[in-house]
């Protein structure tokens, strides 16, 4: 667990760069308040820093980068503010992300979707079709996405396979991981969340298995180049010994 200190001139070594960065983007609603705001003028800014944020780190040559944009757990807002939500997912399907894939990035989108509105699930469709000619940076979108459901749901094709044949003695860590959302990309190997909460509120549960945390006070839509080159220096000077010495 890591809270920011302030540091000055930070040297990042780009040859130790993880390859893998997973983000929980919060503080959008508390960003918003501050400036007395709706919730939803919040997100907008956040949806900003997130494309802010992909271009920074594909300059820098970070590989993946997943971001936690709707949680299983946020049908529980309001209707107006999951609406916002979606309006601007609708936004970025059509225009940021368009310009991404035009920038060879791959766009992936985990989650179970079939609970979105049709619409997105048909843009979110089309936006992974022309993502397969791709071959940049790739950044993974959490939609609808519960670390609990994702095993939950990888669980049950596994379940149906038992059930048609296969061994439970086949069934490997390997496997678990091949029926995952996140099936074939490696772990991320740094975890930041932002606005100062210390939860890890049903992200990427088995991914995180060794990563690296990175907490800091910075809202969401506050979080710039300088935040991101913090958190990997942090990264760079921690020692992973995956449980060995
Ligand atoms: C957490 O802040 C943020 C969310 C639940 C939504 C995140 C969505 C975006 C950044 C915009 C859409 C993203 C993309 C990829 C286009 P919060 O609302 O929980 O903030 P609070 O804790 O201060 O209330």
């Known amino acids: ?3 920011q200190k302030k ?4 040297s990042i070594d780009t040859s130790r760069l993880p390859k893998h960065i997973a983000i929980i983007m919060d503080g959008n ?3 918003a308040a501050k400036r007395a705001l709706p919730r939803q003028a919040g997100h907008k800014a956040g949806a900003e820093a997130f494309e802010r944020l992909i271009t920074d ?3 820098m040559g970070i590989e993946h980068i997943t971001v936690y944009a709707f949680s299983t757990e946020n049908w529980k807002r309001s209707q107006e503010e999951i609406s916002a939500i979606m309006d601007l997912m609708r936004y970025y399907l059509k225009n940021s992300f368009q310009r991404f894939l035009k920038d060879n990035v791959r766009m992936h989108i985990i989650g179970d979707i079939s609970r979105l509105d049709e619409d997105i699930q048909n843009q979110i469709r089309e936006v992974e079709e022309k993502s397969k000619a791709k071959n940049g940076m790739t950044v993974h979108i959490a939609l609808n996405y519960g670390g609990r459901d994702e095993l939950r749901r990888g669980i049950q094709q596994i ?3 038992a059930a048609n044949g296969l061994s439970p003695l086949e069934i490997s860590e390997e496997l678990i991981e091949a029926h995952l959302d996140t099936a074939g990309v490696p772990d991320p190997e740094l975890v930041i969340r932002t606005s100062g909460e210390t939860r890890i509120s049903n992200f990427l549960l088995w991914q995180i298995a060794y990563s690296e945390f990175y907490f800091t006070d910075v809202l969401w839509p506050d979080f710039g180049k300088k935040d991101l080159e913090k958190a990997i220096y942090y990264y760079q000077n921690r020692e992973r010994r ?3 010495r």
């Open 7 to 10: 540091t000055e001139a930070l």
């Open 57 to 59: 780190a594909k300059e």
């Open 29 to 31: 609603g508390r960003w």
């Open 1 to 3: 667990m890591f809270f």
């Open 159 to 161: 379940a149906e396979k």
């Open 242 to 244: 995956f449980g060995g």
